[in-house]
């Protein structure tokens, strides 16, 4: 039989398509490319904010389209785990909804789907299993899953609950299989990695992981995402500072600067400890790099914060920041709030936000032109003549931009080269290739 699935929403989704694939496959299933050739049409979804939730709704309606005799269409993900009771009456054309609670129970769902017993009610879905949708040169090592955080925009302890750490041990084994197999960067992600652990060893253990993957042998580097601010701790900086395998990339969510407002997001720390933080990182690592989000028009949120808020990026100089509008969301404790902004008028500040950052990412970045940077290749611009590729200043998730690079000789995706960067605009670098004798 074949199979053709869609992955909706965030690369710690993507994980979890990657292990049902492989399941699915280990009983004798083909991925296919077309959903027209597919005898189960899969969609694993998102439901952290209403875009989401409409992108999902939209993707299966599209995916019902192919259904024919015989077909199966299921659906897995976020928005079964938190809408699944009321999706089976609104989506009739669904055959099936799982729930991420039900993943441990993969083989006995496909068997009730397809009403036989071939597929082993016994079997779970593995890390160590899985079939990977991203180039071999890097992967996604999901550490944990869930969160202890009570954010009051965030519905995401609502669908996938508590902190569930994964052991020192099983990451490192899966991190060995990566380098075995070539792959030159290791992606750690979770909802809150800077917690990893914590519910398993009763105290912050990602400097304990690390120091673990640090000592595989190979040629790799290591990559953190999502990191809580608050809990940036100085052991951790100083790990990374000392430790040339883990890049110097900090991405920290922030969510906003003032006080008031992260008061009532349930958000630790206040503007002077972010501002702290920041400063405490660039003075132990100079060349770190640092990511954030923030959140615009969050209830009771004035033009007053947003200037405020403006004049505290100013002065942080992130190098990547992104934004989104405030989504109220059922279940949390933002969506009890008075005081809501307009869409008209969360739209406005979110433009004033970006426009500032533009200007701040532009000078960022060409503080970059003469430096020298290890660049993992990944593709070809055939109109520009150049290679694309990314350094440890860029994360791989379609985010943060590329860098254009000249070479004289033809380059493979996933070589890892020395690049000089010439020229800069806010969302890419260009540079050539360099001798290691220059380098």
Same mark, same amino acid.
Do not use: W
């Given at each position: 039989?074949?199979?053709?699935?869609?992955?909706?929403?965030?690369?710690?989704?993507?994980?979890?398509?990657?292990?049902?694939?492989?399941?699915?496959?280990?009983?004798?299933?083909?991925?296919?490319?077309?959903?027209?050739?597919?005898? !189960?049409?899969?969609?694993?979804? *998102? &439901?952290?904010?209403?875009?989401?939730?409409?992108?999902?709704?939209? /993707? +299966?309606? @599209?995916?019902?389209?192919?259904?024919?005799?015989?077909?199966?269409?299921?659906?897995?993900?976020?928005?079964?785990?938190?809408?699944?009771?009321?999706?089976?009456?609104?989506?009739?054309?669904?055959?099936?909804?799982?729930?991420?609670?039900?993943?441990?129970?993969?083989?006995?769902?496909?068997?009730?789907?397809?009403?036989?017993?071939?597929?082993?009610?016994?079997?779970?879905?593995?890390?160590?299993?899985?079939?990977?949708?991203?180039?071999?040169?890097?992967?996604?090592?999901?550490?944990?899953?869930?969160? !202890?955080?009570?954010?009051?925009? *965030? &519905?995401?302890?609502?669908?996938?609950?508590?902190?569930?750490?994964? /052991? +020192?041990? @099983?990451?490192?084994?899966?991190?060995?299989?990566?380098?075995?197999?070539?792959?030159?960067?290791?992606?750690?992600?979770?909802?809150?990695?800077?917690?990893?652990?914590?519910?398993?060893?009763?105290?912050?253990?990602?400097?304990?992981?690390?120091?673990?993957?640090?000592?595989?042998?190979?040629?790799?580097?290591?990559?953190?995402?999502?990191?809580?601010?608050?809990?940036?701790?100085?052991?951790?900086?100083?790990?990374?500072?000392?430790?040339?395998?883990?890049?110097?990339?900090?991405?920290?969510?922030?969510?906003?600067?003032?006080?008031?407002?992260?008061?009532?997001?349930?958000?630790?720390?206040?503007?002077?400890?972010?501002?702290?933080?920041?400063?405490?990182?660039?003075?132990?690592?100079?060349?770190?790099?640092?990511?954030?989000?923030?959140?615009?028009?969050?209830?009771?949120?004035?033009?007053?914060?947003?200037?405020?808020?403006?004049?505290?990026?100013?002065?942080?100089?992130?190098?990547?920041?992104?934004?989104?509008?405030?989504?109220?969301?059922?279940?949390?404790?933002?969506?009890?709030?008075?005081?809501?902004?307009?869409?008209?008028?969360?739209?406005?500040?979110?433009?004033?936000?970006?426009?500032?950052?533009?200007?701040?990412?532009?000078?960022?970045?060409?503080?970059?032109?003469?430096?020298?940077?290890?660049?993992?290749?990944?593709?070809?611009?055939?109109?520009?003549?150049?290679?694309?590729?990314?350094?440890?200043?860029?994360?791989?998730?379609?985010?943060?931009?590329?860098?254009?690079?000249?070479?004289?000789?033809?380059?493979?995706?996933?070589?890892?080269?020395?690049?000089?960067?010439?020229?800069?605009?806010?969302?890419?670098?260009?540079?050539?290739?360099?001798?290691?004798?220059?380098?």
């Amino acid at each position: 039989m074949k199979m053709y699935m869609i992955s909706l929403g965030c690369s710690k989704n993507q994980v979890d398509s990657e292990m049902i694939i492989s399941f699915l496959k280990n009983n004798e299933f083909e991925l296919v490319e077309r959903p027209e050739e597919a005898d !189960l049409l899969m969609v694993n979804t *998102c &439901a952290f904010i209403q875009s989401a939730k409409e992108e999902a709704i939209s /993707t +299966i309606l @599209d995916l019902a389209e192919y259904k024919t005799k015989g077909k199966k269409l299921v659906v897995f993900g976020c928005l079964s785990q938190r809408y699944k009771n009321e999706l089976i009456e609104e989506l009739p054309e669904v055959d099936m909804f799982i729930t991420i609670k039900d993943y441990d129970r993969i083989g006995e769902k496909m068997n009730e789907l397809f009403q036989n017993s071939s597929f082993n009610s016994e079997a779970h879905l593995s890390f160590l299993r899985r079939t990977y949708k991203t180039p071999n040169y890097m992967r996604y090592i999901r550490i944990s899953d869930g969160c !202890l955080n009570r954010c009051a925009f *965030c &519905a995401i302890p609502l669908i996938r609950g508590l902190l569930k750490s994964r /052991t +020192i041990e @099983d990451i490192t084994e899966e991190v060995k299989q990566a380098v075995n197999d070539g792959v030159y960067e290791i992606n750690l992600i979770s909802q809150d990695t800077t917690k990893y652990g914590f519910d398993l060893y009763k105290r912050l253990a990602l400097v304990d992981l690390l120091d673990s993957l640090c000592k595989i042998e190979g040629k790799f580097r290591i990559r953190l995402l999502y990191l809580y601010p608050d809990i940036v701790t100085d052991e951790l900086i100083d790990f990374i500072k000392t430790h040339d395998k883990v890049m110097p990339y900090f991405d920290i969510p922030l969510q906003h600067s003032e006080d008031k407002i992260l008061k009532l997001m349930k958000r630790r720390g206040n503007r002077e400890y972010l501002v702290n933080l920041i400063a405490k990182i660039k003075k132990e690592i100079p060349h770190a790099i640092f990511r954030t989000t923030m959140i615009i028009g969050f209830p009771h949120e004035t033009e007053e914060d947003v200037d405020n808020l403006i004049e505290f990026m100013k002065e942080t100089k992130f190098d990547r920041l992104g934004a989104f509008t405030y989504s109220k969301e059922e279940g949390t404790l933002g969506a009890t709030y008075d005081n809501e902004v307009s869409p008209e008028v969360q739209m406005q500040r979110y433009n004033r936000v970006m426009e500032a950052q533009f200007y701040i990412s532009l000078e960022q970045n060409r503080k970059q032109i003469g430096k020298i940077f290890d660049v993992l290749i990944e593709d070809y611009d055939r109109e520009q003549f150049m290679y694309i590729g990314r350094s440890y200043g860029f994360a791989p998730d379609d985010i943060d931009g590329t860098i254009f690079v000249a070479a004289h000789r033809e380059l493979n995706p996933g070589d890892v080269i020395p690049v000089k960067i010439l020229d800069a605009d806010s969302y890419t670098l260009t540079g050539e290739e360099v001798d290691n004798e220059t380098n």
